[in-house]
């Protein structure tokens, strides 16, 4: 599966944007999806997921409540809404994709990068 992320940009904090990770193939609702970022000096970490099933999800502990997943099998596509931004939300994200895995997913599938930077 070949997966392209968009959506990212600059906004202000408090602000929201809304990210997209659009998948190819005829099998996206196998996969499950996952967002991910990497701060500028900092190691890539887990942002949040949706198994295949749609009925596991789950978010950091930084994010929750302030971003939500969702996904929409019949586009191909994941969502990632991200509000009420702050300056250490800034990274690059990256979507991910791996088969049929419900939780404690290993990816194995990763698009290129989306930059959301958050001034304050």
């Known amino acids: 599966v070949q997966l392209q992320a968009s959506g990212g940009g600059l906004v202000q904090a408090g602000g929201s944007l809304r990210l997209s990770c659009s998948a190819s193939?005829?099998?996206?609702?196998?996969?499950?999806m996952g967002w991910f970022r990497q701060a500028p000096g900092k190691e890539r970490e887990f942002v949040s997921y949706i198994s295949w099933t749609g009925y596991s999800i789950d978010y950091a502990d930084s994010v929750k409540g302030r971003f939500t997943i969702s996904r929409d099998n019949a586009k191909n596509t994941v969502y990632l809404q991200m509000n009420s931004l702050k300056p250490e939300d800034t990274a690059v994200y990256y979507c991910?994709?791996?088969?049929?895995?419900?939780?404690?997913?290993?990816?194995?599938?990763w698009g290129q990068g989306t930059l959301v930077t958050v001034s304050s």
């Open positions: 991910a994709a791996t088969v049929r895995c419900e939780n404690f997913c290993e990816y194995h599938y």
């Open positions: 193939g005829r099998t996206f609702s196998s996969y499950t």
